[in-house]
């Protein structure tokens, strides 16, 4: 049962546009969401947080909002460029503690 | 800063077969996780541990067990290997709880049983 989904396996943007990358949960206890993004043969890196007393928060050209009547975040990137291309995860935990983790979105960034 | 190390980075095991996966922090860290990534699936936790001595279940723990002696590493034993435990193998650590700062992963394992 997967309780963190990101429904869209890929997605290709053009350099210097943005990248939206979505992520939906279905657990409402969830209070501490994650992004972080995953180049080949290496482990995940951490990007960004948001806890749920919160509905943005924003570090450079990455910004997280957070909607939690619909349960859904979304990570954007502007403007997006070529190293940004890499596998995108979104993680949810109750208060911090288990972190559930979402399929993963592959991103391509065109140049 | 060498952050978390797996070893080894890859390795093919026959069905029944026994090995332990090393996982080494050097960040004084007190919590550890074991994830695995199963191909199209997002990271399950296995296990994980708030300090020395200190263990617990993660979503899929059957067929594994941890232990942590040291605050730096958390061994992950894959006792009577099987097919089903093909998958990539993370281990990280933070420095709290509430992963403030996010977890810091190793490169990984990738795990073959045939």
């Known amino acids: 049962d997967q309780q963190v989904k990101q429904n869209s396996p890929s997605l290709s943007v053009q350099e210097g546009r943005i990248s939206i990358l979505n992520c939906d949960y279905t657990?409402?206890?969830?209070?501490?969401f994650l992004w972080y993004k995953k180049y080949p043969a290496e482990g995940p890196t951490f990007l960004i947080s948001?806890?749920?007393?919160?509905d943005k928060n924003e570090d450079g050209r990455f910004t997280v909002f957070l909607n939690k009547s619909a349960k859904h975040l979304s990570l954007h990137i502007v403007p997006s460029q070529p190293g940004d291309s890499a596998v995108y995860f979104c993680?949810?935990?109750?208060?911090?503690?288990?972190?559930?983790f979402g399929t993963g979105t592959s991103l391509t960034v065109i140049p | 800063n060498a952050g978390v190390t797996q070893t080894p980075k890859f390795r093919i095991l026959k069905i029944g077969q026994s090995m332990t996966l090393q996982c080494t922090q050097d960040m004084n860290h007190n919590y550890m996780y074991w994830y695995r990534q199963d191909p199209g699936m997002g990271l399950k936790l296995i296990y994980y541990s708030v300090g020395a001595g200190i263990t617990d279940k993660g979503e899929v723990p059957n067929g594994y067990n941890v232990s942590r002696s040291t605050t730096e590493d958390f061994p992950l034993r894959l006792e009577l290997a099987a097919p089903s435990q093909t998958s990539v193998y993370f281990c990280?650590?933070?420095?709290?709880?509430?992963?403030?700062?996010?977890?810091?992963f190793g490169s990984g394992t990738r795990l073959t049983v045939v």
């Open positions: 990280a650590s933070s420095s709290s709880t509430w992963g403030n700062y996010g977890y810091t």
């Open positions: 657990n409402s206890m969830f209070d501490y």
């Open positions: 948001i806890s749920s007393i919160k």
């Open positions: 993680a949810a935990s109750v208060s911090g503690n288990q972190f559930y």
